[in-house]
């Protein structure tokens, strides 16, 4: 069994900075791909970014590329986001994901993750 939790959602203004975290536990010896997906209001879900169980391979969806980081705390297992430079159009549900397979790349793909958190809300106003 895996669970997956999130935190640090909120209330923030435009161009200020947001880190989400995300805890990976249990049977995680079998996790090779963790990753942060969104879903803003009246959208489909889609992904953020991607970490392998290296830390070494991470990939960035254009929709945020440039303004995040994902990091990855091997001795906490905790998955971070770093957000920078939010947008209103960056409100939304962000999400932290896990699969026993490989990280899939150039689509990041919700269907191939099957474990999920109850997901964090982070508002952006101006």
């Known amino acids: 069994q895996v669970e997956v939790v999130e935190s640090g959602g909120g209330s923030v203004r435009t161009g200020e900075s947001r880190l989400l975290s995300c805890i990976v536990s249990?049977?995680?010896?079998?996790?090779?791909?963790r990753a942060w997906f969104r879903q803003r209001p009246g959208k489909d879900r889609e992904g953020v970014a991607i970490?392998?169980?290296?830390?070494?391979?991470?990939k960035y969806a254009n929709s945020m590329k440039g303004r995040v980081t994902i990091s990855h705390d091997f001795a906490k297992n905790i998955v971070y986001l770093q957000m920078n430079d939010l947008k209103p159009e960056d409100t939304a549900t962000y999400y932290c994901?896990?699969?026993?397979?490989?990280?899939?790349?150039?689509?990041?793909?919700?269907?191939?993750?099957?474990?999920w958190g109850q997901g964090t809300q982070v508002t952006v106003s101006d």
């Open positions: 249990g049977y995680t010896h079998s996790i090779q791909c």
């Open positions: 994901a896990a699969k026993t397979g490989p990280c899939g790349w150039p689509d990041i793909r919700a269907a191939e993750y099957g474990y």
């Open positions: 970490i392998d169980s290296s830390g070494a391979f991470k």
